[in-house]
Structures are given as C-alpha cells and as structure tokens.
C-alpha cells in the first residue's frame, strides 16, 4: 500500500512534499491516533532496553532531520517509534542553503540533502515541547548558526543545550553535517575535546544531568575513530551516533551526471550503510564494547537493523529508510527482534 502511495509522492519535489505529508499528519489528529498506534505500535518489554541511563520501549528511534523544529512529536509518537530525535537546531532560525537542496537518488534508494540547518532557532522548538503531551522519549540533536564562527561555536551549542534542558532526555552534539561551511573542522581532537568538555561542565552542574551523544561523520578516518574513542573516554560523554551523511560518491548507481548535476551535499540512505556498520564495529571494538553507539544509516530492512545491532549499536535510527519503505518498517524491526 505505502509503494503506490510513494510512487505519487515521489512524483513532486521532495521538500514539498515533505511539508505537504506534516500538514497531512497534522489533519484529524488525535482522533487518527488510535488507529496508528492499532496499526503500527508493537508494546513488548522484550523489547525494552536500557541505554546510558534512559529505559526505551523499543531500540528504534528516528534520526534528527525529520523532525527539526519538534512540529509532530505527538504525530510521530503513534508510529511505533521508541524514541524521536529534534534538530539540527541552532540558537538563532536561519533559512538553510537555497533550494533546490534535496534530491532522491531511487536507483539507489538514497537522499541527497544540503540544507544547511534550517530551522526555526531553539526557542520556537521549545515552545512546541511545551505543548507535548505524549510521553515519548525525545533526543535534541544541537549545532551551531553558518554565520557563527568556529572559534564562537562553544556558545551556540551551550544556548541550545540551556535552552532544551527541561524539554528533551537526552542531546545530540552534531558537529559531522557537511553543509554548514567549517563544522566538520570542530571534529578535530582539540576542538572537539574543548566543546565536549564545555558542554559536560554545564551538564554536571545541573540537578540531574542528561546524556550527551555525540554524532560523527562516516567519512572518518580509523586513525580518527581511535581519536573519537579517546574524546568520548577522556570527556565523559555518553555514547556516540554513527554515522551522518556520507560526502562519498563512489558506490552510487545513479547516472553519474545526474549525481555531478545535483553538486554538493550529504549522501544517506542505503549507499552509507557498509560505511556505517564499518564504523559502528570499529568504536565497538576499540572501545571493548564500553561506549553506547545509536547506529544510523542505511536501514531499509529488518535485516539492516540487525547488522547495526550485531556490529555493536545498542539502540538504531532510521530517516531515509522511513521515506523509501514508509512507517512498517519501524514494526518490521520490531518484530524481527521479538523473533530472535
């Protein structure tokens, strides 16, 4: 059913549909919300797992990007989900690169995407989670404004942590988007290790801290994993999240000039995901299985969760999957879990 109602979706331009699909969540809910839930939620303790500190209904969450400003959290909350991640927010709104910035590569079942943390600013989302009434669990994913420079970037990212404090139960630290200009420059060893340990500071010193994750890019080099494992010891953090987009080009089966007309941007979906479970074995590994690992990227099937899981990720996210094989497949994972 969801591939005939995709095959009309996919026929328009992907940023508009995407505003067009929220304005469709948002119609008739809550009276919908029932028959969602009825349909797409799979309530299981086997599936509980407890991961740096928080109890989740299922291991299965969906990544930052979706839902940036925080606009259906109860909406999302009925499609099985165990968890749902807000962001990239910035201190201050901004409007992201010019359009066109997303594009779907379907030969390969892939996305595209520049757009440059567009978003509303921290304070229009925490308005909205204000309002949140259903009890799902929520990550805020934070980074810093384009305008901001790497030298400042420590106080973008303490105004957003402030500022979602009260609102979400656990942060993300993306410094690993390539379409801010700059902001992958901050996962260099000393950089990094300043934010990370600014930001602990803080959390520290609040009444009862909440987990920090930091989100990396899978353009990594294993030299600088070995770097990111001693970061997350030595800083104290929480866990990690592998990966973000890709930069990488080199798998793709999409006609290479489309790819070279598309220009810049980050890569997701299934050309990422050997990437990814590369990298979420090799943190698995070098840190003994010590540092919790959220892993993203690429998961279009129940079997692609369960690489994630088996290479060492403790909990998995999906975006670009959600949008190829539609809500089931938060279900489908589930079930497949409860097989084993």
């Given at each position: 059913m969801y591939k005939v109602v995709r095959f009309f979706l996919f026929l328009f331009d992907p940023e508009k549909i995407h505003h067009f699909t929220f304005s469709?969540?948002?119609i008739g809910y809550p009276f919908k919300a029932w028959i969602w839930r009825k349909i797409f939620t799979i309530k299981d303790k086997r599936l509980e797992r407890e991961v740096f500190g928080i109890k989740f209904p299922n291991p299965v969450g969906l990544a930052a990007g979706f839902d940036k400003d925080a606009e259906l959290i109860d909406e999302l909350s009925c499609f099985g989900f165990g968890f749902i991640e807000i962001g990239t927010l910035t201190p201050k709104a901004q409007k992201g690169?010019?359009?066109?910035?997303?594009?779907?590569?379907k030969d390969d079942s892939g996305i595209i995407n520049r757009m440059g943390f567009n978003n509303k600013g921290v304070e229009d989302a925490v308005t909205r989670l204000q309002k949140k009434k259903s009890d799902i669990i929520v990550g805020g994913n934070i980074g810093k404004n384009k305008i901001t420079p790497n030298e400042n970037a420590t106080e973008d990212y303490i105004i957003s942590f402030n500022s979602l404090f009260p609102y979400v139960d656990y942060f993300v630290v993306n410094v690993s988007s390539p379409n801010t200009p700059g902001l992958r420059d901050l996962q260099d060893k000393e950089p990094l290790t300043n934010l990370l340990n600014s930001l602990q500071e803080i959390n520290?010193?609040?009444e009862n801290r909440k987990p920090i994750l930091l989100k990396i890019a899978p353009d990594l080099t294993n030299n600088q994993l070995s770097d990111i494992v001693k970061i997350v010891f030595d800083t104290k953090i929480d866990g990690v999240i592998a990966t973000n987009t890709t930069i990488d080009r080199s798998s793709l089966k999409t006609n290479k000039n489309k790819v070279e007309s598309i220009g810049?941007?980050?890569l997701s979906g299934k050309p990422v995901?050997?990437?990814?479970?590369?990298?979420i074995s090799y943190l698995s590994e070098k840190s003994n299985k010590k540092i919790p690992i959220i892993g993203v990227g690429g998961i279009n099937s129940e079997e692609d969760a369960l690489e994630k899981l088996d290479a060492g990720a403790s909990l998995v996210q999906i975006y670009t999957g959600f949008i190829y094989e539609g809500p089931s497949l938060v279900k489908r994972i589930n079930k497949s879990l409860l097989k084993r």
């Open positions: 469709l969540l948002k690169n010019p359009k066109p910035r997303l594009f779907r590569l520290n010193k609040k810049n941007g980050g995901k050997e990437r990814s479970t590369e990298v």
